[in-house]
């Protein structure tokens, strides 16, 4: 029996994250997702995923030091972002092609997890703003992963309630199970392979739209709406012409997906103190009027809203353009990734599935010259 996409088969045992789809719920190192992105810092997240536990104060310092001295880039970065840049500036695709094409070069100084995990923001950095014809700028060592993120992207030191917003989408997208990019990571780990190589693969695997794609369109759906008293006529005329609703039901959740009640709560406060209201509100009736009618048109079918919607307006009020995005998430994803490689290589075998040959048998070789013009 074949399953197609792996759907239903456990390839490997993990402490790092589970996912209950039934019961909606996520857990992340032991810890429910609601309790812990909202608080911790992502380099505590990390730190509990490499590590197994919360840093204490000194490790938290130790390590939070030791990513921030790690942020330069290599000598042969930037003369290739300078060149994918003025190839294909920032278009939606662009910045996940320039991050797996840099990405590799971070070998040429370090393999070093921290060196990978703080060099991945200042890839996507640097080739933003030379896409949008700025110079990139150097890292600060005095601001933590997520504010330094912002700095390099802007120019301005961000205000806490957006760092906090930013900080908190970043624990939430830090691992997900055993999805397509943390299995592909998985798989090229267990050949015996790099971790750099390993996290270039998984790269790769996101930038798929069915993986890492998603939040744009939900996006472009409530800027399509524009105002409130659109959203029921518009998200009818989708439902009628059998258009899925991007940002409602999920392929796991069966329920509420629990990061967007995380996400939920950070985009309010985020944008009560520092962005659009307007824009927010706006966003709000779109999801009351889209369960509404999810559930008027497909009862039962217990589409809710996803992680995607709320991601959306988070990096919409963080002031980032869609195509920063998915690059985003690979910023959150990479330590999980590392994570599951360090996890794989402690009890190794490698990942080696079988397929069933379905294709003809039993041809007869032709010599070219009798195979006809």
């Known amino acids: 029996m074949v399953d197609a996409g792996l759907a239903g088969v456990v390839a490997a045992e993990t402490r790092l994250s589970h996912v209950d789809g039934e019961r909606g719920e996520l857990i992340i190192g032991a810890f429910r997702v609601g309790d812990l992105a909202p608080r911790a810092t992502f380099e505590e997240v990390t730190w509990l995923l490499w590590h197994g536990d919360l840093p204490t104060r000194r490790e938290l310092t130790t390590f939070t030091a030791a990513l921030a001295a790690e942020r330069a880039l290599p000598d042969g970065a930037l003369p290739l972002l300078r060149q994918c840049a003025a190839g294909a500036p920032n278009t939606v695709a662009a910045p996940m092609d320039a991050l797996r094409i840099a990405a590799g070069t971070i070998s040429l100084a370090s393999a070093r997890p921290e060196a990978i995990v703080a060099r991945v923001p200042t890839i996507v950095a640097a080739f933003w703003r030379l896409g949008c014809g700025l110079e990139p700028l150097a890292p600060r060592a005095d601001l933590d992963h997520a504010a330094n993120f912002l700095y390099m992207l802007s120019g301005e030191a961000p205000d806490p309630e957006r760092t906090r917003a930013l900080q908190t989408y970043l624990n939430t997208a830090i691992d997900h199970g055993l999805n397509a990019s943390t299995f592909t990571c998985r798989v090229i780990t267990s050949t015996g392979s790099d971790l750099v190589s390993a996290v270039v693969g998984a790269i790769g695997a996101l930038k798929g739209p069915l993986h890492g794609g998603a939040p744009g369109p939900a996006l472009d759906m409530v800027f399509e709406i524009g105002e409130a008293a659109r959203a029921e006529a518009v998200l009818r005329r989708k439902l009628d012409a059998g258009e899925k609703l991007m940002g409602f039901g999920h392929r796991v959740y069966r329920v509420r997906d629990p990061r967007a009640d995380v996400l939920a709560a950070a985009a309010e406060r985020m944008y009560a103190r520092a962005g659009d209201q307007a824009f927010y509100q706006l966003a709000r009736r779109v999801e009351t009027e889209a369960l509404r009618l999810l559930e008027e048109y497909k009862p039962g079918r ?72």
Request: aromatic share 12%; net charge positive; proline share 7%.
């Open 302 to 373: 217990r589409l809710q809203t996803n992680v995607e919607f709320y991601t959306a307006l988070v990096l919409h009020g963080l002031g980032f353009d869609v195509p920063l995005f998915t690059p985003t998430f690979a910023i959150a994803r990479v330590s999980g990734w590392i994570a599951h490689a360090i996890e794989q290589q402690r009890a190794n075998r490698i990942i080696r599935p079988q397929a069933d040959y379905v294709g003809p048998r039993d041809r007869t070789w032709v010599p070219l010259e009798q195979r006809g013009d």
